[in-house]
């Protein structure tokens, strides 16, 4: 399911080495422009840059280290679900680091979108897989998402949900982290409307009971 996840291609020892890499690099760019700021008396933006640093480079070490100790698990390489808890499951599509490695160099924009689409369709499709033959679950789904729209969403049995103030806090917390995101996504600098975003909710027998028309659409998506 991970094969077109390149750093889960990865040794063990290649994996913690570029983790290292990462964090060493994160310490060295603090260090130096905190120096900057100093030096500009410029004190009090230090751990603002800290604090929006550490929200770009936070997932390639806590989506790695979170599948690793079960909190989090891939439901395809763009497509990322925590731990069910209180009979709530919470996906992701996709991390800044999921789009770093997945992504190719030679991909074109419409290439980029088209492929998460399908990923984030096919890991709904292995949840349901997961999920199908038992009855009456009783969990719950939640997802935002800057990629699937209402219409979609509808489609897939997901309704449209109003981000509480925590979600809004962490929406403009990882703001340079979405800004990152969808500049790869889009191949050009691109700032998140976050005031766009959109959480859906769904029950997840509602999801199940639309296994075909998600295979349609994942059908029609990949022969585009």
């Not at 004190?43 to 989506?63: C, E, G, H, N």
């Not at 962490?170 to 005031?195: D, E, M």
Request: aromatic share 12%; with cysteine; charged share 15%.
């Amino acid at each position: 399911m991970l094969s077109q996840h390149r750093f889960y291609s990865l040794s063990s020892s290649q994996q913690q080495r570029f983790q290292l890499k990462v964090i060493v690099g994160f310490l060295a760019l603090n260090i130096a422009m905190g120096l900057v700021f100093y030096l500009t008396s410029l004190l009090f933006v230090i751990p603002f840059f800290f604090a929006f640093s550490l929200s770009v480079i936070a997932p390639f070490v806590d989506v790695p280290n979170g599948v690793k100790n079960g909190t989090l698990h891939y439901y395809s390489p763009l497509l990322i679900g925590e731990k069910i808890k209180g009979k709530k499951l919470t996906l992701h599509s996709g991390s800044l680091f999921d789009y770093y490695f997945v992504f190719s160099k030679t991909q074109s924009v419409q290439e980029r979108k088209k492929q998460v689409m399908i990923m984030a369709l096919d890991g709904l499709i292995k949840l349901i897989n997961d999920y199908e033959a038992q009855q009456g679950t009783g969990i719950t789904i939640k997802v935002t998402s800057y990629i699937l729209n209402r219409r979609t969403a509808h489609k897939i049995g997901l309704s449209p949900v109003t981000p509480d103030a925590l979600q809004w806090f962490l929406l403009y917390f990882n703001f340079l982290n979405l800004t990152c995101s969808l500049s790869l996504l889009n191949r050009q600098l691109t700032w998140p409307n976050v005031r766009k975003t959109t959480s859906y909710e769904g029950r997840l027998e509602s999801l199940i009971a639309k296994k075909d028309d998600l295979l349609k659409l994942r059908n029609r998506l990949s022969e585009s």
